[in-house]
Each structure stands twice: as C-alpha cells, then as structure tokens.
C-alpha cells in the first residue's frame, strides 16, 4: 500500500522556521518524483516545491524561493522541506505528493499519490 505520512507542521511566528518531512512506503521511491503543495482555507492548491527522482534536481514557485529548501533521503524513504523566514502568508495544509517520473513538475494534476496534509499556522 502506497502511503505518503506528513509531519513537522505546527505553529510559529512570522521569521521563524519549520521542518517538514514526508515519510513514504508502499513503492520504490527512488524513481519517484517528490512535491510539496499547499492550501489555505478560501484558495486553490497551489505548488511550493518539488524534487526529482535519481539527479535530485529541484524547483521552487516564486513566493518560497531563496526561504525553503527541499531535499530527499532516498536510504530514508523522506523528504524535506525546511521553512525559513516563514510569513503569515505561508499558513496552509501542506502536502505531499509523488508521481512516477524522473523529472518533477509543480503541476499538481501530474501527481498520483498524496499524504492527509500537515498544518502549517503563521502568527504575524
């Protein structure tokens, strides 16, 4: 069974930092591309970053790069996303997602497979 398990996710002032972790099982993850999306109440899904399979080749939506950092730990099964220099504007549930490629893509309709989402909550 194909599972995706957020964690990290909590509550923290504006400029402060957060690690999330996406732990998979289920599939052979080194050939799988690795993203992370978010949602806030009232918006659609929108893309944060995303990591490739194999060369480790990443990507980031314009509003998060230069404060997160994504990366994997294949020997692990994980993912992370390290949060820096948080804003109000970065409060959503944050997801997960893997699709079965070399190359990742911040399009989310290209993923297959999705964790329950962590809550990520900014104070200003």
């Known amino acids: 069974e194909v599972q995706l398990v957020e964690s990290g996710g909590g509550l923290v002032q504006a400029g402060g930092s957060l690690r999330l972790s996406c732990q998979a099982s289920g599939f052979t993850f080194d050939d799988y591309a690795i993203g992370w999306f978010r949602q806030a109440p009232g918006k659609e899904r929108e893309a944060v970053s995303c990591?490739?399979?194999?060369?480790?080749?990443?990507n980031y939506a314009d509003s998060v790069k230069g404060r997160f950092t994504i990366s994997r730990d294949n020997a692990k099964g994980t993912v992370y996303l390290q949060m820096n220099s948080l804003k109000p504007e970065d409060t959503a549930v944050y997801y997960c997602?893997?699709?079965?490629?070399?190359?990742?893509?911040?399009?989310?309709?290209?993923?297959?497979?999705w964790g329950q989402g962590t809550q990520v909550t900014v104070s200003s």
């Open positions: 990591i490739s399979a194999v060369d480790g080749s990443t």
């Open positions: 997602a893997a699709v079965l490629t070399f190359r990742c893509s911040l399009w989310y309709t290209e993923y297959s497979f």
